[in-house]
């Protein structure tokens, strides 16, 4: 740590220009690693999420477990798995996914429990079954909030991908650049690492925002007010 | 030897418990990380939730800015502060800092844009000057967000601080990582059921406090509900 060196420029440009490839498989790393952890997290979030909307009892300790499971420090976490499962992508994904758990779960169940229950009545006056009420009536109604979730769930993933570089270089995403540079006392890598990650936050960002204005076309009317 | 016996054994050895790598100084120096940056982000997030948060205008934006500010990777953050700043506490207590405020800031802006604009009014109508309406209307009804917002930090904070060994401070982090270059997974083990330690004590205190402020009633935040339409976007 004592390597790094104040006097060098705080970024080197030609640095970038000549990295860009890198950056970019960077990148897509760091893409894919987001990708595959909030996606698991959204489908376990979701089975859990039905089971507690189903036996209420099982809301609190579900909400508890995963809160142990958000406070257990990332670092930490990909650090203790590694006897088990080694310094692969598996490690760093166990670990992003089991982040994800808490913000989803609760957002889902609050998404669901949003809907007002005359809503409910009248979708079942109107003849419609449990599964139908469910996806054609309900989920859509608890979309925005279940975005809004899934969008913090997604933006954390992102700042959380780095930390998962100290598994190596092939589990890093752009946490790679970040731990490089704190290696090798030079400014620039740890620079392009950052800003990237926090661009990369948020695109993804906007892009669940469209999506869900596209999905939900009632909001947006109500929103204008 | 499982895992757990391991942990045991840490725990149970007594040189664990001594000197400048003793658990009670980690544990000090870990909450003396978490105190300096509470407290700033409280300041900051709690009054700029509030202040945002009485004004008239549309929040989206303002929203959708704290939320991105959750992207924001400490890790990033607390090695660009050592190469600035230097060695030190310093760049871990501005990451953390950073970490804090984002959910301070959205449940305290929140809390106050939940508040019924008629209570508001009512109170503007009894003659309470606006200083007077934010400190005995707003902030009080609010109160259950913002402790929850804090509430959230709070664990955040504590569980992040570790990082900090990264860059050579001190606090739990130290067991971590030690513990990892060495291979010694019982320490690494250690290190976490502090940390999960302390982020229990933080979920009782602050639940404890929650109870504490809403006198009379004992019903429990309506943090799901709040959450619904804290709906960014």
């Excluded at chain 1, 760093?92 to 913000?103: D, G, H, M, N, R």
């Excluded at chain 1, 309900?138 to 997604?154: D, F, H, N, Y």
């Amino acid at each position: 740590m004592s390597a790094l060196v104040a006097s060098q420029p705080l970024i080197r440009w030609s640095w970038i220009g000549d990295h860009l490839g890198e950056i970019r498989t960077a990148l897509v790393q760091h893409l894919e690693l987001t990708f595959v952890a909030v996606g698991v997290g959204l489908v376990l979030s979701a089975v859990l999420a039905a089971v507690a909307i189903r036996f209420r009892i099982t809301y609190q300790p579900i909400n508890a477990v995963t809160g142990i499971m958000y406070a257990i420090p990332s670092l930490a976490l990909f650090i203790l798995l590694t006897p088990i499962t080694g310094l692969t992508k598996l490690t760093a994904e166990i670990a992003l996914v089991s982040y994800t758990l808490q913000i989803l779960f609760r957002s889902i169940v609050a998404g669901i429990d949003s809907v007002p229950a005359s809503v409910r009545e009248s979708a079942q006056a109107m003849g419609y079954t449990r599964w139908q009420q469910r996806w054609r009536v309900e989920i859509p109604l608890a979309l925005p909030v279940m975005v809004s979730g899934l969008r913090i769930a997604t933006v954390t993933t992102v700042g959380l991908v780095p930390i998962s570089g100290i598994l190596g270089s092939d589990q890093g995403g752009l946490g790679t650049f970040i731990f490089d540079g704190l290696n090798r006392g030079f400014n620039t890598p740890i620079f392009v690492g950052a800003t990237f990650t926090v661009l990369l936050a948020v695109a993804l960002d906007v892009l669940l925002v469209r999506t869900q204005r596209l999905l939900t076309p009632w909001t947006r009317r109500v929103r204008a007010t | 030897m499982s895992a757990l016996h391991q942990l045991f054994v840490w725990f149970n050895d007594p040189a664990n418990w001594q000197g400048g790598n003793g658990v009670p100084e980690r544990v000090l120096q870990h909450l003396w990380l978490w105190a300096w940056s509470m407290a700033i982000a409280g300041v900051i997030g709690v009054t700029g939730g509030l202040l945002l948060g009485r004004s008239r205008r549309s929040g989206t934006v303002t929203i959708n800015v704290a939320n991105i500010g959750r992207a924001i990777p400490s890790f990033a953050v607390i090695v660009i502060g050592v190469i600035w700043l230097g060695l030190g506490n310093t760049p871990v207590v501005i990451a953390l800092v950073l970490l804090a405020v984002p959910p301070i800031f959205t449940f305290a802006f929140t809390g106050v844009r939940e508040v019924d604009p008629a209570t508001v009014e009512s109170a503007r109508g009894m003659g309470m000057t606006e200083a007077r309406i934010l400190r005995s209307v707003q902030v009080p009804l609010a109160m259950p967000l913002i402790l929850n917002g804090i509430r959230l930090s709070s664990a955040a904070v504590l569980a992040t601080a570790p990082l900090a060994a990264l860059v050579g401070s001190g606090g739990l982090g130290r067991y971590v990582i030690d513990g990892f270059a060495i291979r010694d997974y019982a320490e690494v083990g250690a290190g976490v059921t502090l940390v999960v330690a302390l982020v229990v004590v933080n979920e009782l205190l602050f639940a404890w406090l929650a109870r504490l402020t809403s006198p009379g009633k004992r019903r429990r935040p309506r943090v799901s509900g709040a959450f619904a339409r804290m709906t960014p976007g």
